[in-house]
């Protein structure tokens, strides 16, 4: 089946920093992936759209230049937080679809600012 | 708009049945997803329905869909402690490849 790697589970960094996360489709083509923060109370909030080749579509209310998302390749997409904060501590998950209506998550990253 | 909702929490016996219940209420919806989340992991698809489906059952799962209503409904017979975990439904738009958009999720608590 559909396999997603996200990279890292899990990381620390100190606050005024920036973070990389992964996401690569390791058996298919990835037309669209998408961004999603998971939140304590467990609601996954989408953060945005990227398709291969273009910029990304954010959701409203989070800030492009914070999250950039780079989606290169038809099997990779980044998401980088910059200088991170403490509140930007959270579980970040990556989806992508081949553009039917199968989706597949990664692992998450969990991201903690110290 | 979009929204979906769920109950937050479900407490069962292992071996009996579990019901977790959803609404949706975008009328466009073409595929309504449940997906399992373990701690610490991210979602892992336990089975879908296309919008002109009534029912569908695989394994232990039985998902129920009611159109008119706006209503999901996952049964999971023969609940074991393996079950335990955040139970999502999801929503995705009558446009392939959109994203989908989420229940807050149903914490299922499964004892012995």
């Known amino acids: 089946g559909a396999v997603v790697s996200q990279h890292p589970s899990r990381v620390i960094c100190k606050s005024g920093t920036s973070v990389k996360i992964e996401c690569r489709s390791l058996?298919?083509?990835?037309?669209?992936m998408f961004w999603y923060r998971q939140f304590p109370k467990k609601s996954l909030m989408l953060m945005a759209t990227s398709n291969e080749g273009s910029k990304a579509t954010y959701e409203q209310g989070v800030e492009k230049d914070k999250f950039l998302i780079n989606h290169a390749s038809l099997t990779l997409s980044t998401l980088t937080v910059t200088s991170a904060h403490p509140e930007d501590s959270s579980f970040y998950i990556c989806?992508?679809?081949?553009?039917?209506?199968?989706?597949?998550f990664g692992s998450g990253t969990r991201l903690t600012v110290v | 708009g979009e929204d979906v909702e769920q109950s937050l929490f479900l407490s069962v016996r292992e071996g009996d049945s579990s019901v977790i219940n959803c609404t949706y209420t975008?009328?466009?919806?073409?595929?309504l997803y449940w997906y399992k989340q373990e701690p610490g992991a991210g979602l892992q698809l336990l089975t879908y329905?296309?919008?002109?489906?009534d029912m569908k059952q695989d394994q232990r799962l039985t998902v129920l869909l009611n159109k008119k209503d706006k209503h999901l409904s996952l049964r999971i017979a023969d609940t074991q402690t393996g079950d335990s975990a955040i139970y999502f439904c999801a929503e995705s738009r009558d446009q392939a490849g959109t994203a989908l958009i989420f229940g807050k999720g149903t914490t299922l608590s499964v004892s012995s």
């Open positions: 058996d298919f083509q990835a037309t669209t």
């Open positions: 975008d009328s466009s919806s073409t595929y």
């Open positions: 989806s992508a679809t081949a553009g039917n209506y199968g989706y597949t």
């Open positions: 329905i296309f919008s002109n489906m």
